[in-house]
């Protein structure tokens, strides 16, 4: 075998040389890629940390919140229970009053004739005792005579004009 002409040796050195460089830039490359690869490994690892820690944060949030509501919730039910029973007691004393407020109605309707008797009263304890005459002498229009019944005349006269005339007002 001969030795190969010079310029084919020339040509396939510098496809080896092209081929190395070709090499040595896929090399390159290569290194530029896994870099790459490892930093976005590196970041996603770190977002997903972060993404871990918040999620963590939002679920302890979330449980903080729902035992300050379920709180909430026992003192509002222990305040409905509280208002039920304030109900309750405030009913049972309207049922209490109600006989005695229709009886303070019955009162208050009654008194305008009450005013009116008690007027008459004053007028007749205004005018005085009859004057003291002749208990058999009766005047016209006067009072009438002494009832058939009565045991003790003197005694009844006394006490009538006691109490006929000694109202207060």
């Known amino acids: 075998?001969?030795?190969?002409?010079?310029?084919q040796?020339?040509?396939?050195n510098a496809h080896l040389a092209a081929v190395h460089r070709r090499a040595a830039e896929l090399e390159a490359r290569l290194d530029a890629a896994e870099r790459t690869v490892s930093a976005q490994a590196e970041r996603l690892a770190l977002q997903d940390q972060q993404l871990r820690a918040a999620l963590d944060e939002l679920?302890?949030?979330?449980d903080r919140e729902i035992a300050a509501l379920q709180?909430?919730?026992l003192t509002s039910e222990a305040t409905v229970h509280s208002l039920q029973a304030a109900v309750r007691q405030r009913?049972?004393?309207i049922r209490q009053l109600?006989?005695?407020?229709?009886?303070?109605?019955?009162v208050c309707s009654r008194r305008p004739?009450?005013?009116?008797l008690l007027a008459d009263l004053a007028e007749a304890e205004r005018l005085g005792p009859l004057p003291a005459g002749n208990p058999g002498h009766l005047l016209p229009g006067g009072p009438?005579?002494?009832?058939a019944n009565s045991t003790d005349e003197k005694a009844d006269q006394d006490q009538l004009q006691a109490t006929m005339f000694g109202t207060t007002v």
């Open 71 to 73: 709180e909430q919730l």
């Open 91 to 93: 009913d049972e004393l």
């Open 1 to 7: 075998m001969s030795a190969p002409p010079a310029l």
């Open 144 to 147: 009438g005579p002494p009832l």
């Open 113 to 116: 004739p009450l005013v009116a």
């Open 9 to 12: 040796i020339r040509e396939a």
């Open 59 to 62: 679920s302890q949030a979330k």
């Open 98 to 106: 109600q006989p005695r407020a229709k009886l303070l109605q019955d």
